[in-house]
């Protein structure tokens, strides 16, 4: 099975930085879009930033220009930079992946998503 995991989470004071990644494991022929979500208490998983094979990224209003997406496609990684961090962006930080998976002789495409990993900023 194809699975992906977070790291790079944890406690940061308000105006500084964090660097998230997460690495993919399987039988990888190929990664499509490979994305960050993030979910805080009581409100929906909202996209936080995106980038697709070709490296077409996309990011939400509220953290263009702090975060950063990109891919290592060698190592089926993907990292989010994120730099002057608000109190805002405490949440839980989830990778997903459209990882394309030899199974046998045949390939299937997986929505993956990993476990997540806790982003608390103090104010």
């Known amino acids: 099975q194809v699975q992906v995991v977070e790291s790079g989470g944890g406690l940061v004071q308000a105006g500084g930085s964090l660097r998230l990644s997460c690495v993919a494991s399987?039988?990888?022929?190929?990664?499509?879009?490979m994305a960050w979500y993030r979910q805080a208490p009581g409100k929906e998983r909202e996209l936080v930033a995106s980038?697709?094979?070709?490296?077409?990224?996309n990011y939400a209003d509220s953290v263009q220009d702090r975060f950063t997406i990109s891919r290592d496609d060698p190592k089926h990684t993907v990292h989010l930079q994120m730099n002057s961090l608000k109190p805002e962006d405490t949440a839980v930080y989830y990778c997903?992946?459209?990882?394309?998976?030899?199974?046998?002789?045949?390939?299937?495409?997986?929505?993956?998503w990993g476990q997540g990993t806790q982003v608390t900023v103090s104010s």
């Open positions: 997903n992946a459209h990882i394309n998976a030899r199974q046998g002789v045949s390939v299937m495409t997986f929505d993956t």
């Open positions: 399987g039988i990888i022929d190929s990664i499509n879009t």
């Open positions: 980038i697709s094979r070709a490296s077409v990224t």
